[in-house]
């Protein structure tokens, strides 16, 4: 059994910064990229950033320059810092990761539950 546990979400000005934590817990193998996604009301779900194992990131362009993702293997978290923070930033936040759970099998995608993230003054 593998979970992602999101947190680091809530209620922030515009202008304003938060800090995402998503932590993979369970029978865990090893983790090749780790990333974030999120999804606004009434549209689906884009990708926010991805990070490979060697720290290589991709970030979607609404949010170059503003936020920055990094991981700590040894503790199987990713992170997502998001400064400058827009009204447009306002989504529930998931993270994912592709994980393997035996040295002998390809990796499968995980999600977390998700984290609400509002950008409101």
């Known amino acids: 059994q593998v979970q992602l546990v999101e947190s680091g979400g809530g209620l922030v000005q515009p202008g304003g910064s938060l800090r995402l934590s998503c932590a993979a817990s369970?029978?865990?193998?090893?983790?090749?990229?780790m990333g974030w996604y999120r999804q606004a009301p009434g549209k689906e779900r884009e990708l926010v950033a991805t990070?490979?194992?060697?720290?290589?990131?991709n970030y979607a362009d609404s949010v170059k320059g503003r936020f920055t993702i990094s991981r700590d293997n040894a503790k199987n978290t990713v992170f997502l810092q998001m400064n400058s923070l827009k009204p447009e930033d306002t989504a529930v936040y998931y993270c994912?990761?592709?994980?393997?759970?035996?040295?002998?099998?390809?990796?499968?995608?995980?999600w977390g539950q998700g984290t609400q993230v509002t950008v409101s003054s």
């Open positions: 994912n990761a592709d994980i393997r759970i035996t040295p002998w099998n390809d990796g499968s995608f995980y």
């Open positions: 369970g029978s865990i193998f090893s983790i090749n990229a």
């Open positions: 990070i490979t194992t060697g720290r290589t990131t």
